[in-house]
């Protein structure tokens, strides 16, 4: 297994209603694609939901080749990450700030062998498996960000992750503007998707 250090992640959320189009627009501006897989993420977390009430995430990724019409596949990997909270609203001279425009925290990831073993690792150390989600990803390069394009069972969302001044010259040059900026988390999206339709909350998972 194979580990990064421990960065600093910037990001926001774009809504995407048009995937051709879009994809269109990320190779006019040179954007460099990775390929597309199918994303299975399992959130875990102590039985007391201590780390969701932190703002902690830890979660256990597995990725399979998945190309479409539009983008050949990606590779197949297992991917174990932590995150610390994200940054919160600034306070200045007693006054509390608008929220911050990216969301900004701290994150590790470490490639796996044999993500079961891990998996049953995670519960003896106390974690149970939790909210799972699924997403389609084709992953990019452009400009010194690192791009995303999920498709979710709740819509499609654009990640940008890099610097604000990257951020900001990209989501411009793709029609963005502020107003469309998100730092909402994919759980946070699913809970908001299934109280607009009335639906109970379990996984965001695809129909089969």
Known sequence: MAS?????????????????????????????GRGRVLEQNTLYDTPEFDLRRAGCLLRLRLET?????????????AVLTSKAPPGGERHTAGRRAAKPRYKER?????????PARWSH???????????RYQKYRTSFRLSGLHVDLDET???????LEGLPKAIERVASALGYTHRDFSRATYWELYNADCQRKGRVLGNMMFDT
């Open 65 to 77: 080749p998945a190309g479409s019409s539009l983008v050949p596949p990606g590779l197949a990997s």
């Open 4 to 32: 990064t250090l421990t960065n600093r992640e910037t990001e926001i959320k774009l809504p995407v209603s048009d995937l051709s189009a879009l994809l269109g627009s990320l190779q006019d501006l040179g954007a460099v």
């Open 106 to 114: 701290l994150e590790r990831e470490l490639t796996v062998q044999r």
């Open 153 to 159: 069972p709740v819509g499609n969302f654009l990640e």
């Open 121 to 131: 690792t995670l519960e003896i150390l106390g974690f149970r498996p939790g909210f």
